[in-house]
C-alpha cells in the first residue's frame, strides 16, 4: 500500500533550489522585516496595480468600519454614551488628521502594507477639552525598535517587544522619531 505524502516535499527539478529553512518566524522577520516592509511600500507607491489591490483589500475588510452603539438596557443612557463616542470619533486621532472611521482604514492599509501596526493610548488632561480624555496614535511598525532583542530579567525582549516569563506582552520599545525620517532630527528652535 503506498501512501501520499505533500507534493512540497517532494524532491526533484521543480524544487531543487528552493530554500526552505527551518527557523522560526520571529527570526525570518528580524533578519528580512525592514526590507519587506520597504519594498512593500515602494511597490505600492509606484505600482498602479499594487496600489488598487491595497486600497481594494482595505475598502473589503473595512467597509463602513466599526460602529459601536450602547446597549446597557437604558436607553436615555444608550443615546447618551452614543452621542459621547459620536463626539469623541471627531478628536480621537492624537495626530489630529482623521476621525475613528479614517483610523480604521490607515491602520488596516498599514496591517495590509507592513504586515503589522502599533496604535498607541494617549491619556489627555481633561483641561485639553476633549469629550473624552483618550487619543489614538497610529505608528508604522518602523516605530519599533528591532534592534532591542535578548534576555531582560526574568522575561525576554524580541525586536523591540518585551514578554514577561510566560510571553505576555509588557512593553514595547520605540523610537522617538521615525528612523527612516531625514527630517526627525531636526527641533523647531522658532521664537515669537
Not at 527539478?13 to 527551518?22: D, F, Q, S, V
Not at 522577520?29 to 481594494?56: C, E, F, Q, S, T
Not at 483610523?103 to 488596516?108: A, F, G, K, N, P
Request: aromatic fraction near 6%; glycine fraction near 12%.
Amino acid at each position: 500500500m503506498g501512501t501520499r505524502g505533500y507534493d512540497g516535499a517532494a524532491r526533484g527539478r521543480r524544487t531543487e533550489g528552493w530554500r526552505a529553512p527551518g527557523s522560526s518566524a520571529d527570526t525570518e522577520i528580524g533578519v528580512a522585516g525592514a526590507l519587506l516592509r520597504d519594498r512593500m511600500r515602494d511597490l505600492v507607491r509606484n505600482n498602479p496595480h499594487a496600489a488598487k489591490a491595497v486600497a481594494v483589500l482595505v475598502n473589503n475588510i473595512i467597509g463602513a468600519g466599526i460602529m459601536p452603539r450602547a446597549a446597557s438596557g437604558d436607553d436615555k443612557l444608550d443615546r447618551k454614551v452614543d452621542a459621547l463616542f459620536e463626539r469623541w470619533t471627531a478628536e480621537c486621532d492624537a495626530d489630529g488628521q482623521l476621525d475613528f472611521y479614517g483610523l480604521q482604514t490607515l491602520i488596516c492599509r498599514e496591517m495590509v502594507e507592513a504586515g503589522e501596526v502599533l496604535v498607541r493610548r494617549r491619556l489627555r488632561r481633561s483641561a485639553d477639552g476633549l469629550p473624552v480624555p483618550l487619543q489614538l496614535q497610529v505608528l508604522e511598525a518602523d516605530f519599533l525598535d528591532a534592534t532591542k532583542s535578548g534576555v531582560l530579567g526574568a522575561g525576554r525582549l524580541v525586536q523591540g517587544i518585551e514578554f514577561d516569563p510566560v510571553g505576555k506582552r509588557r512593553a514595547y520599545w520605540l523610537h522617538t522619531e521615525h528612523p527612516g525620517d531625514a527630517y526627525g532630527a531636526l527641533l523647531d528652535v522658532t521664537e515669537n
